[in-house]
């Protein structure tokens, strides 16, 4: 806990109640026993309230809520679905971004039309907004990147928003999946703010069924027309290999990694340091782990390494749990998965078939040291992470986090890049932070 006392907060009201009231309104227009057609509600309420005493390892203490709520109607007949649905989102008390004086925001969340099974061809085919993830979600997971563009400001640290505007194609062929997909670069992975920037391309995956792992790869070209942000070809292989009982007579051990390429022409200064040069860069992570499933109180340990060139640029990363890819509670913020690598550990446990314990360990440094930094220690970071999940439509956390800075923090001269957007926004220090985080998940 930290020493600050927490006020109470409750959802705002209009969240509630837009979902209540949609909800009622569809319940009686949801489609009647056996038809061959299928209408259904969708929604979710996330209420998020955070504290911390030295945000950005800043001077200032900040305590804020952020609140999303989802509401979609499904619709179903034989192989097509189509879905359309709402979010708003609203921060309110003080936030380290400066987007907390926003009014309630509400955009199109889902809006697309997908055919799955075409009768003899195995093609699944989806065309609108919708959330599009991939493998570990390293590159792709997240369509927006919360915090960095008038339309997005608030909920930037639960960043609720996901969809990409995409078309997409899925099959399965002679024993490998293909994801093959187009979509727009939204702003705010845009290193101009622009709307113009395409991404498109596929990836093959494969399980070794005598091996039991999975390997992929994949390759994807990027262009933003305006000339304002760069074009790139990209590259990526992936796998995770579970490591046979015999081999070390231990259950549940495994490797994984995935390594990225990028190569093109620079046009933002945002990504290098001359503008119209090629640039060749990379981005990798490699782990190992133990998922002792057999045993009473299911623990497991991860121990991993990741990897971020000094001009990488990052795509669309997601965040498929705790730690990736948002490497640690402050300093991922400020760094942005570009020049960076980072060790990561993550060490936990069932105590009951509903609850979850884990600690995560992160140290940051810099790939390339900038300012007047020689190298060293950027924040080590540990964050304790308690999740109940007591059934499909509820999620409970609560996260204690200690963010310590190193001593080349200071020397880098980074800065808080929401600054760029809201003159509100925290100032970079080289205070240690106490966080504390409780997340409410109510989902239908």
């Not at 991939?134 to 960095?148: A, H, I, K």
């Not at 760094?335 to 993550?346: G, L």
Request: glycine share 10%; charged share 20%.
């Amino acid at each position: 806990m930290t020493a600050r006392s927490h006020r109470s907060f409750r959802a705002p009201a209009i969240l509630e109640g837009l979902l209540l009231l949609l909800a009622s309104a569809v319940e009686a227009a949801e489609s009647p026993p056996n038809a061959w057609w299928r209408l259904k509600p969708k929604g979710e309420l996330q209420n998020w309230v955070l504290s911390q005493t030295h945000p950005m390892f800043g001077e200032t203490s900040r305590t804020w809520v952020e609140t999303s709520g989802r509401f979609g109607l499904v619709f179903e007949a034989g192989i097509v679905t189509m879905e359309a649905g709402l979010i708003g989102v609203h921060t309110f008390g003080e936030d380290p971004y400066g987007t907390a004086a926003s009014p309630p925001y509400f955009e199109l969340d889902q809006a697309y039309i997908r055919i799955a099974g075409l009768p003899g061809v195995p093609i699944d085919i989806s065309v609108g907004r919708q959330n599009l993830t991939v493998g570990t979600q390293f590159l792709f997971g997240d369509g927006v990147y919360d915090g960095l563009v008038p339309s997005t400001l608030q909920a930037a640290y639960h960043s609720p928003r996901h969809a990409f505007d995409a078309v997409r194609i899925r099959a399965s062929l002679s024993g490998f999946d293909i994801d093959a997909f187009a979509y727009r670069v939204d702003p705010s992975w845009d290193g101009a703010f622009g709307d113009d920037g395409i991404l498109g391309g596929a990836e093959a995956s494969r399980k070794i069924e005598s091996l039991g792992g999975t390997y992929a790869g994949g390759a994807f070209y990027r262009a933003s027309p305006s000339d304002h942000d760069n074009d790139m070809t990209i590259l990526d292989f992936r796998g995770e290999q579970p490591i046979p009982e015999r081999w070390l007579s231990i259950a549940g051990v495994y490797v994984a990694g995935e390594a990225a390429a990028e190569t093109g022409t620079c046009r933002n200064p945002f990504y290098c340091t001359e503008i119209g040069e090629h640039v060749t860069e990379h981005a990798w992570h490699a782990e190992a782990g133990i998922r002792a499933d057999t045993v009473p109180l299911r623990p497991f340990f991860e121990a991993g390494y990741v990897y971020f060139s000094p001009d990488f640029t990052p795509i669309a990363y997601g965040e498929s749990d705790w730690g990736r890819w948002y490497l640690g509670n402050q300093i991922d913020w400020l760094v942005f998965n570009s020049n960076a690598r980072v060790v990561r550990t993550d060490v936990g446990f069932w105590p009951l078939e509903t609850v979850q314990l884990r600690l995560q360990y992160f140290n940051t440094r810099e790939t390339r040291p900038s300012g007047a930094s020689d190298g060293g220690t950027l924040s080590d970071e540990w964050s304790l992470i308690g999740e109940w999940f007591p059934n499909e439509w509820l999620w409970v956390n609560v996260l204690v986090g200690y963010s310590r800075p190193g001593d080349a923090l200071a020397e880098t001269g980074l800065v808080n890049p929401f600054s760029f957007v809201s003159d509100k926004a925290v100032a970079v220090g080289d205070e240690p932070s106490i966080d504390l985080v409780t997340a409410v998940s109510l989902r239908y």
